[in-house]
């Protein structure tokens, strides 16, 4: 087994900030996802790596930056965050068998407010 | 239009009775997950599906891919069994792969 952690649990920003988010796993998986979940709806992907200092862009990358420094963890940033937003943000990661993805396992997420 | 259909998205079950929540994908799903999502907002694993069927305990899940559904089964609904209920899937994604989730079946249930 293995666990996901997220940090910090809370975060509340100011608009036009940039905001960093971290996400440490030690499954030794291979593939790391960071996820954007908004009140009452699904998960959308906006950023996931296969590997360290891989970076693949989701749906959702736009406004958001992301990081692998090394097999075990992955950063995400808001490059400036929207005044009244509020979502949050879930890391998973996954082995890699050829093409396909193995099943995904998810952290506690982060809750961002921004003011 | 919404690539994992789920439904119902709400449910309302006494304690003891059964029903099932379903998925429907308009991509080519390799695999399945499904998850219950808690008050904390924690993301729990029940399911990890090639097609076929699994069970564990009073939770039964099949997924098939011919005709590209997926169900889950809740025999003899308990408290704890309420929450938000996700299915994802697996497929091809801008020349990977990425799970690709629907919006959730919250299901309460009373005694």
């Known amino acids: 087994g293995g666990i996901i952690t997220q940090t910090p649990k809370f975060l509340i920003g100011q608009e036009g900030q940039k905001l960093t988010l971290k996400c440490q796993q030690n499954f030794n998986h291979d593939t790391m996802y960071w996820y954007r979940q908004d009140s009452g709806k699904g998960l959308r992907l906006i950023y996931y790596?296969?590997?360290?200092?891989?970076?693949q862009k989701g749906d959702l990358s736009e406004g958001y930056d992301a990081s692998r420094e090394k097999k075990s963890s992955f950063s995400l940033t808001v490059t400036s965050a929207q005044k009244n937003e509020m979502a949050v943000f879930l890391c998973a990661s996954s082995h890699r068998t050829g093409l396909n993805y193995a099943e995904q396992f998810f952290g506690p997420g982060t809750r961002l407010t921004v003011l | 239009g919404d690539k994992v259909k789920q439904s119902p998205s709400a449910l309302s079950l006494q304690e003891g009775t059964n029903s099932a929540l379903r998925c429907n994908f308009s991509?080519?799903?390799?695999?399945v997950q499904w998850f219950l999502q808690n008050p904390r907002g924690s993301l729990i694993n029940l399911f990890y599906l090639v097609p076929g069927t699994k069970e564990n305990g009073r939770l039964k899940s099949t997924f098939n891919s011919k005709e590209s559904y997926s169900t889950l089964h809740i025999r003899d609904a308990q408290l704890e069994d309420s929450g938000t209920y996700f299915c994802?899937?697996?497929?091809?994604?801008?020349?990977?792969?990425?799970?690709?989730f629907g919006t959730g079946t919250t299901v309460s249930v009373s005694p």
């Open positions: 790596s296969i590997t360290e200092n891989d970076l």
């Open positions: 994802a899937a697996e497929a091809a994604y801008q020349g990977g792969r990425a799970l690709i």
């Open positions: 991509i080519a799903a390799t695999t």
